[in-house]
């Protein structure tokens, strides 16, 4: 956090809390231990020193990458833990940072065993909706990696793509603009909080 201070950053993403396999994991040293409860301590250790240096702490990867059969870099990510596995270990780090108060969360692009290993959980209702804002009930910004990674690029096409189909959804109702708003008031209200909002000018008033 002291590093990004100094160096004119406003932001981590990335801080890791996923709890590796115990056998050799495929993240390697990216995944910070095998403990839950030493993850989630170093979640919540980190999103603490964000918070007292003002910078915004997003943990990644929800719900929980450690256990990945490659690394997302290489191509579509599979994670054969089932949500009661993820509730014993991966999401107790993420409760932790949440509790710490992390305000923002990088949501992973794998495929898990609750969606069938057909939806990522970047796309997917059950993780962003029934697991993030309703179990653990994170009211921060998701966010997600590039649409155009290995991980993910087989089912999202490209970002254009994505872009336009929002545009679209929204323009023919199917994504209510209600709901369009709340996300980016998400983003508005982090903003503000964080001093990033430019001030309308007097000008402007």
Known sequence: ?????RNGLQGL??????????DEPALGTRVFSTDPAEV?????????????????????????IGAADRPPDSGPVTVTRDLDSLRERDLVAFAAAFRAGA??????HALYPFENFSTPASMSRRALVDLLRGELRFS????TDDLASPAVRDFVGDQLAAYAAIVHAVRTHLLPRARLDE???????????????????????
Not at 47 to 62: G, I, M, N
């Open 1 to 5: 956090a002291d590093a990004a201070r």
């Open 13 to 22: 993403v990335g801080v890791p809390a996923d709890v590796a396999a115990d």
């Open 40 to 64: 989630a301590t170093f979640a919540e250790l980190a999103v603490r020193a964000c918070l007292e240096r003002r910078v915004v702490c997003a943990p990644a990867s929800f719900p929980g």
């Open 103 to 108: 305000q923002a969360v990088v949501v992973a």
């Open 140 to 143: 921060g910004v998701a966010i």
């Open 183 to 205: 996300a980016v008031q998400r983003v508005l209200l982090l903003k503000r909080s964080y001093g990033l909002l430019a001030r309308p000018s007097a000008a402007g008033r």
